[in-house]
Each structure stands twice: as C-alpha cells, then as structure tokens.
C-alpha cells in the first residue's frame, strides 16, 4: 500500500483542450470599437485563494470486498456435490465430499499403532516397577552381608587378644629364647648342666613358635575378615549406585524415550483423524459461488481450488491507473462509481505498489452502498485526479490565450492590462494561477470586442463580481 501523505503536484500549464476552446488565439483586442474614446463597460472579478481539484474518469470492475478460494485438505474422488455455480451459502454449509474409504483405513492403521504404543507404555511402567523392587532386595541382601561380615570381624575381634598383646608376647618368648640359648652356649659340653640348659632352650624355642604362630594365625583372620567387610561394602555401594542409576537418570530417558513414541503415535492418529474430516468440505464464509470446479466421481485435489465464494457483506471497484495519478493518491480518497444508472459513493482502500504488465497500478475503493450491484460489472470511476490547496484562483471564463500563451486583463487605473500568466490545474470552472497576479488583484470578468492592452475600462456593477471557487 502507498503511504496515506496526500501528495499533490502542481504543473507549470495545463493542455487542457476545454482551455484552448475557449479563447481564440490573439482575437481579444483586434477590433476597433467605433468610440474609442468611452470606457468599456465590464464587470470584474478579484483574485482569491482556495483548494481546487481536477477530476477524470476511468473504467473499473465491481467485485466482492471478500473473495475465497475453497481447496480441500484432502486428496480422493467425489463423492458428494451439494451446491452449484450461483447458490448462495452459509459459513459452515457443507459443500462436498469425499469419498473417506482410503483415509479410513489410515485412520485404523493409526490407531492400532497408537493402542499398542498406550500397552506398551503400560508394560514399561510396570517393569519399572517390578525393577524398582528388584533393585531394593538387591541393596537390602547386600546390606545384611556386608552387617554380618562386619559383625563376624567386631566378634573376632572382641574374642581373641589385640595384635598389640600378641606381638608383646612374641617379643617376651624371642627374649626369653634368647635368654636360655644363651645360657646353654655359655656352658661346656662336660658341663653337668647342659642337658637342663638345653631343656629349658627348647621350651624357650617352643613358646617362641606357639607366641609367632598365635600372631600369625590372628593377622591371617583378621585380614580374611576385613577382606570379607571390604568386598561386601562394595557390594553394597554397587547395588545402591544401581538403584540410584536405575531409578533416576536411566528412568527419567527410559520414560522420555517412551513418552515420545506414545505422543508420535497419537500424533499420527490425530492427523489421521483430521484427513478424515477433511473429506467434507465446509464454506468459510457466507457469500455466493461464484466457480465450482468438482463433480461427483471425478478427483479433487489439494493443488487446485475447488470452489470460489464471493462475499456478500460488501462490494469493491477494482480499476488501474498511470502513475502520475496514482502518486496523487492517499488511503482513505473518495471517488464515485457509476454502474446501471446509479452512482455510488466509494472510498479507496487499496493502491497497489507495483504496476501491471501494461504500466498501470491497480487500486481498489469499497462501496459504501452496494445494492443492485453484482461481481462483475463495469463501473465508471471518477477521482480526483490532481489538487491545489490554498492555491490562487481564477475563473476559466477570464482566461485568453496568445499562441497558446494564456494570459487575461488587470484592470490598473482605469485600464485593461493584458498579463501572461503561469497556469497550473483546473476543473470547469476555475484555473490555478501559480505566477503573473497577485491575490486581490482586480480581473476584468466579461469579453468585450474592444477589450485589448491599455483599453479604458468601467467596472458597471461590483455586486454582480464572480465568487471564486464555488
């Protein structure tokens, strides 16, 4: 659409043919009147501002303000045709059909995926389930292994001396051994106590080995028992890591994963289902048709509209423009559209930003009245073609031209003075003086065959002067 602004241009001269008829070139003021000596009589006019518009017509096309083509969302052969070129319809009217047989079997299909994905989603729900329970037997068996482990330890433990008092007893046999073997080396084999000396050396040797063996049986325990506690701790970490993995990250994608193969099946279902609406065709909007393009037993297709509804809230004039009017042109401009007889007042609410394949830009005006009218029919439309605002007026009846010059009579002092003048737009009635006068000058208003340059003139009657811009 072009911007609102009213864009108004001013031309240097107008060509306009009413303009050439009506002064002859250089005929004022070649007569000689018999009394030269007598001012003539004329009545006068004064320059005054105002707007002035010129107007054209152009040949336009009435048309629905709303236009719609119906295309089916579905693909099949007709089954069923219920209105025809001309019947007017009601929005919701069932147009046509299609035959749903093909889209019924997609339907089924869908929905059989759809109710095996809702099982399957069941049976997930309750493996999770049976898994959850699994997993807390898991944690719970390895927490009573790991309890008696560390019990059986803490019993060992509480039932035998500590390692410290084993070792202090392996320290006092290894002294008292040393102690005795000692004494016997210190003695001669003549010595009539050697065999004691050796006894006691012996028995010395053998609490040494009875004290080393307790230590060593008690680290062997010790060490089988804390081996036992450490692997059943692990046990238990294991199988809690399990639950906690199981029941949380896996679960939550286990469950996302199925949520997002049980939302596609529905969603092929839905759309299934939608196809299978779409086999009637509605009208969306209350109006007449104006094309039906099906026919029962023959295919429709989702390419090509099936039907066309004009409208018939309100009625439009379409017509085409050259761009020097068009840029003249705002939203909102009145206009009239003559058709049958009758004209009708319309108000543009469309200029197109691009011109046709011949150099014209279509426009669009909506009727404010549209009775008696149908789409279709041609319509003379007149517009305001150019305006002036607060421009200076003159009427086209004091307009001379000199080879093509115009010009027109200033009465100074008395005295016709023949003025050229710089001319812009006009209508019927007035011109735009855009140079030559000022505003309040005095015009001479009536030919007279003795008006020329420098002819005295007498202003016969004030009262009588032309009211510029009516």
Known sequence: MRDERKLWKKPAAVGLSLLLALGASGCAGTAVPEDADQPIAVMATQVQRGDLASSASFTGTIAPDQSVSVYPKASGTVQAVHFAVGDEVKKGDLIFEIDPVDIQLQVDSAKAVYDAAVAGAGATAGSQDLGTIQNDMSVWSAQQTYDKAKAALEAYEDANPSKSSLRAAVTAAQADYDAAKQAYDALGDEDPGKEDAKDEMDDAKAKLTKAKTALSTYNSTIDQLENTVDTTRDSLNFARDSKEVNEGELRDYNNQARDAQLRQAELAYESAQRQLANTKVYAPVDGVLEAVNVSVNNPASSQGAACVIAGNSAMTVAFSLPAGVVQNL?????????????????????????????????????????????????????????????????????????????????????????????????????????????????????????????????????????????
């Open 330 to 470: 705002a939203l909102g401009d009145g206009l009239t559209a003559e058709c049958g007889g009758k004209t009708y007042e319309a108000e543009i609410t469309e200029i197109g930003a691009a011109a046709n394949a011949v150099g014209l830009y279509p426009v669009k005006a909506a009727l404010a009245d549209s009775e008696g009218l149908l789409s279709g029919m041609m319509a003379k439309v007149t517009l305001d073609t150019d305006r002036a605002e607060n421009a200076m007026l003159l009427p086209i009846s004091c307009l001379y031209y000199d080879s093509n010059r115009p010009y027109t009579y200033v009465i100074q002092d008395g005295v016709a003075v023949k003025t050229y003048l710089e001319t812009g737009i006009a209508n019927s009635e007035s011109i735009v003086i855009l140079s030559g006068i000022s505003e309040g000058d005095q015009i001479v208003a009536t030919w007279n065959p003795g008006l020329m340059d420098g002819a005295a003139v007498k202003v016969m009657d004030a009262q009588a002067e032309t009211e510029i811009g009516e």
